[in-house]
């Protein structure tokens, strides 16, 4: 069995989330939350002694941000159910106290596969996290899976 889908979504942004605003004690409660020690996170003091000059987040961090409502709805046979495969993360510039993050995804790939249980499909998701300056500062390729 083949998966049918339109290859037209391939590339296509289907979703871009409103900015959201980064505070110091976001990165902070997030530090505390995962036992994050680094003073560059958490310590103004220590901070402006490191290399950004400023709190900035752990790169984990810019997994708490997440795609909104239409995730799923221009992705094939995904509204009938499947399963997390897993992320990539690429990080590419940190995230700042202060930055207004958006998140842009479109359809990265979709493929199948024969497994031991049989024929599945596979559809990644990437999300570019990029901050008020148009910077990306991360690619994250979400893997989901679905049986044929």
């Known amino acids: ?15 871009e989330t409103d900015p959201v605003a980064v505070s110091a004690q976001e990165i902070k409660d997030f530090c505390a939350a995962i036992g994050e020690t680094n003073p560059w996170y958490t310590d103004e003091e220590a901070a402006r002694k490191g290399p950004y000059g400023e709190i900035v987040a752990p790169p ?9 409502r239409h995730f799923f709805q221009n992705i094939p046979r995904f509204g009938k159910g499947g399963f997390d495969a897993g992320r990539d993360v690429e990080f590419v510039n940190p ?15 979709i493929y199948e596969k024969t497994g031991r249980s049989g024929a599945m499909y596979f559809v990644t998701i990437r999300s570019t996290v990029k901050n008020q300056k148009n910077e990306v500062v991360a690619h994250i390729d979400h893997r989901f899976m679905g049986r044929l």
């Open 60 to 68: 984990m961090f810019v997994l708490t941000f997440r795609n909104g």
């Open 95 to 109: 995230v700042h106290a202060g930055d207004r993050i958006t998140l842009v995804s479109h359809v990265k790939e």
């Open 1 to 15: 069995m083949t998966l049918d889908y339109d290859p037209a979504i391939i590339g296509k942004v289907f979703e």
